[in-house]
Structure formats: structure tokens, C-alpha cells
């Protein structure tokens, strides 16, 4: 059987159907790169806003007149069914928390190529009023350290030294089991080998609660000093109408320790724009927030009401003023990150290649996980001494030291 896979969304979302993938890979299947060739066309969703939503289906409708298709992700999730048809097939949301019960555990590597991280967790411990997410994945779900290490040595023994923890919430790993995320980050680093760790998304609520371990884990020096805390807002409360379980000044004194214990590392944090009941006010809080903390990577994303969550019916802000809100906060992201990427240019840094570039070049990230472009095929998962010549607000550029 030949498949095609096409995966959309968090890094979870791509794991998950990679993971997929090479279980059929393991059952004898082979993979094309032509929707054309293939007998089945796998494709993993996500449905966080509606526009994304509604390219999915576009996408899916494209593909289903090619033949078969199977569904993963957050749309197999919440359409309940309601896509389905001759060639469509939905693995829903029963049926793939089942693998995080002991089905993704035995899941053999044929293709590293389409094996983009580790899932961790499936689900979250949040209640937020907006997210789709959390009804689309249900309750946490945790998978044991052993075997999620022993994933990460399937994976290094395919060549890929770069690890990526998948999560909605890495946060909130192991709360179902009584562990937490620090014990997982530090057993994966004690594998031997050169490699490094991406430890994926962290909401502040359940952030602040494991910190001190969590600032000892990224102490190793194969953990990217790169931590992704999605604030939402800078207002206290607009972040009550989002229930979510904390005010701006937990997110403020996790960027204080973090950086405080990590000087040359990287912030990524997450901005709702629209949400009901945002006003100037509201929004100079969250400029005020930026401006303290200097996140490096600002995502910016308009409200986008969710059928299924408790806000789906609520007015949104007008129109006008939500863009100007928006354009305001990117161009201030570009400003901040284009300083900040500034400052590295004149500084010595050991750079791990991850992938080859454009016009002969090649990709690295540096210890706080910032991309640096670097002239010249190198090795992939090779360490590179360099001096940061030239920046641009999103990527480092560099000559061999």
C-alpha cells in the first residue's frame, strides 16, 4: 500500500500523524510524495481558528476525489462524524487516545523523515473559554518516562539528533501519573550522545507550579534554552474571562527566573487579539506586558469565536479596532526581535546544524534555540564554531569562527 501524508498545525498535531504513518510503514506500507499514486492519503488537521478550519475541509474534499483519506487531528475530533463519506474516514477522538495507552509505544521507526517529535501528553488540565483544543483532546493523558525515552533512542539511532517534546501543555506532563516534566527532561538528557532537546509549549498556570525543577532541568546543556508561555493577554481581566487559571504577574515572574536563571536564552509567547470585552485599556496592558518581558517570538492570532466552547456566542470588539490592535503588537514584535537578534551579531557561538538552506547554505540553532544561517553544505547534526557577522529581526547570520 502506498500512502501520502500531509500534516497541519502544532508540533503535537505533526507527531502524531508521523507516528501514524510509521505504523502503517511497519504493516508494509510505503510512502509516495504524489496524492495521485497513493492508495491512502493521510492528513492531520487542526482547527484552532476558523480559517484554518475551513482550508482543512477544502483540502480534504481535494484529496477525497483522488481515493481514500483518513482524518487525524483536531478535525477528526469535533466534526463528529459529520465529514465522513466513502472516501473519507475520520480516526476520531476515542480512537487516538487509545494510543497514548500503550499503541504508540510499540510503533517502529521505518522513516525518520516524517518523525517530527515525541508526543508526550495527549489533552490538557485547563478549562480556557475560546480553545477548541481542549475539547478536541479531552482530559490529560501522560505517557511513562521509559517510554517516551526509549522513543527518543529509537530516534537518535535513525540519525536525528535534534528531540522535540510534543505537547499541548509540556506543563502538565504527568499529573495523571504523579510525576512531573523535569523528571522526563532529565531522563531523556541522560541518553549518551551529542543531541539536543526542544521542549515544546508550556501554559504559566501549570509552568509556575513546577519551575524550580524545571529551571534544573534546562540546566543541561542539551536542552535549548527556548520556553514557549503563551500569555494571551496582559490584562488581568481579560485573562479572567478567558479562565485561565492565572494574572499576567505569574507569567511575569516566570520570564524574571527564567531569564534571571538563563541570560542568553529565548521567550515565545502567544497574544489573543479581539477577544471579547478587550477595550484600549485592556490592550495597553498587554503592550505594557510585552514591553517588560521582551519576548523574542510574539504569535499574534484574532479571536476567533469556536463552536463547542463557551465563548462561541460572545461580540467581539469592532473590526477596526482589532486590527489596529494587531498591526500595533506585530510591528512591535518586529522591533523587539530585530533589537534583540541585534545584539548577538560581534558574539562567538556554537551552533548545532539542523537543516540545509537556501543558496548553499546552511541552518543552525544556537543554545537559546535562535536560528543562525551560516554559509556552506555542513553536516546536518554537526557543532559549528561561528561569529555572528549580520542579523535580521528572525534569524542570526554567521561565518565559520
Not at 492508495?39 to 482547527?47: A, E
Not at 535534534?162 to 522526563?184: P, Q, V
Not at 547554505?361 to 561569529?387: N, Q, W
Request: charged share 25%; hydrophobic share 35%.
Amino acid at each position: 500500500m502506498k500512502i501520502y501524508l500531509e500534516s497541519y498545525g502544532c508540533t503535537l498535531n505533526k507527531s502524531e500523524t508521523g507516528l501514524y504513518a510509521n505504523k502503517l510503514l511497519s504493516e508494509g506500507a510505503v510512502i509516495t510524495q504524489n496524492p495521485d499514486d497513493a492508495d491512502l492519503r493521510l492528513i492531520g488537521t487542526c482547527v484552532v481558528i476558523q480559517h484554518t478550519e475551513d482550508r482543512m475541509l477544502r483540502r480534504i474534499a481535494e484529496l477525497s476525489t483522488k481515493g481514500k483519506v483518513e482524518v487525524m487531528g483536531c478535525l477528526s475530533s469535533v466534526s463528529a462524524g459529520s465529514i465522513e463519506s466513502e472516501n473519507i474516514k475520520l480516526i476520531g477522538k476515542s480512537d487516538f487516545r487509545s494510543f497514548y495507552k500503550g499503541l504508540l509505544d510499540d510503533i517502529e521507526i521505518r522513516d525518520a523523515s516524517i518523525f517530527d517529535g515525541i508526543p508526550i501528553n495527549q489533552g490538557c488540565t485547563g478549562s480556557c473559554n475560546f480553545c477548541i483544543s481542549r475539547v478536541a483532546r479531552g482530559s490529560l493523558i501522560s505517557r511513562p518516562i521509559a517510554k517516551i525515552k526509549g522513543q527518543a533512542m529509537i530516534q537518535l539511532n535513525h540519525g536525528i539528533r535534534e528531540i522535540r517534546l510534543s505537547s499541548l501543555d509540556s506543563a502538565a506532563y504527568g499529573k495523571d501519573l504523579g510525576i512531573t516534566l523535569d523528571r522526563l527532561i532529565e531522563s531523556v538528557s541522560s541518553i549518551h550522545g551529542d543531541f539536543r532537546i526542544r521542549v515544546g509549549m508550556m501554559e504559566p498556570s501549570n509552568t509556575a507550579q513546577i519551575l524550580r525543577g524545571l529551571l534544573r532541568a534546562y540546566s543541561s546543556d542539551k536542552v535549548y534554552k527556548f520556553l514557549h508561555l503563551p500569555v494571551q493577554s496582559g490584562d488581568d481581566r481579560i485573562l479572567d474571562s478567558m479562565n485561565r487559571g492565572y494574572h499576567a504577574e505569574t507569567f511575569e515572574s516566570i520570564v524574571k527566573e527564567y531569564r534571571s536563571s538563563f541570560q542568553d536564552s529565548t521567550l515565545s509567547t502567544d497574544i489573543i487579539t479581539g477577544y471579547f470585552g478587550e477595550n484600549d485599556e485592556s490592550f495597553e496592558n498587554t503592550v505594557k506586558l510585552i514591553e517588560k518581558t521582551q519576548p523574542e517570538i510574539v504569535n499574534i492570532t484574532r479571536f476567533s469565536p469556536r463552536p463547542f466552547t463557551p465563548d462561541y456566542n460572545k461580540r467581539t470588539p469592532p473590526t477596526n479596532d482589532v486590527k489596529r490592535w494587531t498591526s500595533y503588537i506585530s510591528n512591535m514584535h518586529h522591533e523587539i526581535a530585530g533589537k534583540r537578534m541585534q545584539m548577538q551579531v560581534g558574539k562567538f557561538r556554537k551552533i548545532f546544524i539542523t537543516e540545509h538552506g537556501k543558496n548553499e547554505t546552511s541552518v543552525g540553532r544556537d543554545e537559546a534555540y535562535r536560528p543562525v544561517v551560516i554559509p556552506g553544505k555542513h553536516e546536518l547534526y554537526s557543532f559549528l564554531d561561528c561569529e555572528i557577522v549580520d542579523s535580521t529581526d528572525t534569524y542570526a547570520i554567521a561565518r565559520a569562527a
